[in-house]
């Protein structure tokens, strides 16, 4: 009984596309996700919400800035360093932008290798993801310092418009907490990956449900968010 | 019969991956070649180098916000298209997903309304007086 319900929702052949599809996926009165296991539109619907928050504080940062009549702090020079004597624009975010690129595309490679159930690449691909966003973080750290030594603060920097420290502690703050959490999902997905659970679908200590490869690239969703989010950062703050 | 099966159906999707095993739908559906990433890497490397070097070369104005804007959008749709594979997933989740976040550009068109006000305000009343 339980094959001929699964057949009937798991790879039903025929399925329309474009506008017919979406407005008979919609109205099936069964579930509007077809071939997208729960925990994959979860994931994307945690994403949607997490978006929201993310617009909300670019926007309440867009406002700040539209509305100051005081200068903004140049981001360019702000953010720039000294390396061997010569003075480089925004340098330090320039390369903190290439290591969460890059490690996008170990982790987009690491979900190739999880469904062709290669474990150890799968697993070697994800610490390497991990270890680039632990990079990421500590350099975040050290940006984060070199500015309070300088003076900024949530309530006044010495270069102009009071709202810069807010919305930079803000904003890199919860993208650098999003990153971190995901450092922690990486290296825990990855231990299992390692150990053989989805080869052998042994249960998940907590809700004693079998694991499968799937849950790579649940991961890999959320890991692809975090650089997602930080293309956003990038342009509207730093660059801007 | 078939309560039992819309039943089953709601508890353990797992379930459906379970039973066709490796190389069912779920499987096949999100296997790609692994040039395909790299070459979206690559993109996404030379997109990102350009975005810094209009900051880089200090290209101001219109031009640069629209190169910025240009980058950010091409780098955003690469990510989401082809690493969170929505280019490959059907049109009504896709849509549930897309869609909700393109109405932010509404809160957008408030919020430069009503910072403009502010502005003008402050300009207006608070202006230091000479």
Redesign the interface.
């Known amino acids: 009984?339980?094959?001929?319900?699964?057949t009937?929702?798991?790879?039903s052949p025929a399925?329309l596309?474009?506008?017919r599809?979406?407005a008979a996926?919609?109205s099936s009165d069964?579930?509007?996700?077809?071939?997208?296991?729960?925990?994959k539109?979860m994931m994307?619907?945690f994403?949607?919400s997490d978006?929201?928050i993310f617009?909300c504080f670019l926007?309440s940062y867009?406002?700040?800035r539209?509305?100051?009549?005081v200068p903004w702090p140049n981001p360019?020079e702000v953010f720039a360093l000294n390396i061997g004597g010569a003075h480089i624009?925004?340098i330090l975010i320039?390369i903190m932008?290439?290591i969460l690129?890059?490690s996008?595309?170990t982790?987009?490679?690491a979900?190739?290798f999880g469904?062709?159930?290669d474990r150890v690449r799968t697993a070697a691909l994800m610490l390497a993801t991990a270890a680039f966003g632990a990079t990421f973080v500590g350099m975040q750290a050290f940006e984060w310092t070199k500015l309070i030594i300088e003076g900024v603060r949530p309530w006044g920097n010495p270069w102009g418009a009071p709202q810069f420290g807010a919305s930079f502690f803000m904003i890199t703050g919860f993208h650098g907490t999003h990153v971190t959490i995901g450092v922690i999902f990486l290296i825990a997905i990855a231990r299992k990956v390692w150990r053989g659970d989805f080869d052998v679908?042994r249960r998940g200590f907590f809700t004693s449900?079998?694991g499968?490869?799937?849950i790579v690239?649940i991961t890999?969703?959320y890991w692809?968010?975090v650089?997602?989010v930080w293309?956003?950062i990038?342009?509207?703050f730093?660059?801007? | 019969m078939t309560e039992a099966a819309i039943h089953v159906e709601a508890q353990q999707p797992s379930l459906q991956l379970h039973a066709h095993a490796p190389g069912a739908t779920q499987a096949k559906g999100q296997q790609h070649p692994i040039r395909l990433y790299l070459v979206v890497w690559g993109w996404l490397f030379v997109l990102s180098a350009c975005s810094y070097l209009v900051d880089y070369f200090g290209i101001h104005g219109h031009l640069r916000w629209s190169l910025i804007l240009l980058f950010m959008i091409l780098k955003a749709g690469l990510i989401v298209a082809v690493f969170m594979h929505m280019a490959w997933e059907r049109l009504a989740l896709a849509y549930a997903i897309l869609l909700p976040p393109a109405l932010v550009l509404v809160f957008v068109g408030i919020m430069v309304f009503e910072s403009e006000y502010t502005h003008l305000l402050r300009v207006v009343f608070f202006a230091p007086t000479a």
Do not use: C
């Open positions: 009984m339980a094959e001929a319900a699964l009937n929702i798991g790879a399925r596309s474009g506008w599809g979406i996926d919609w069964q579930r509007a996700f077809k071939n997208v296991s729960w925990g539109a994307w619907i994403l949607l978006t929201f617009s926007l867009m406002t700040a539209m509305s100051t009549t360019s624009p925004l320039a932008t290439f690129i890059s996008s595309g982790m987009a490679m979900v190739n469904y062709r159930r679908e449900r079998k499968y490869y799937e690239e890999g969703l692809h968010f650089d997602l293309v956003f990038f342009a509207l730093y660059l801007w």
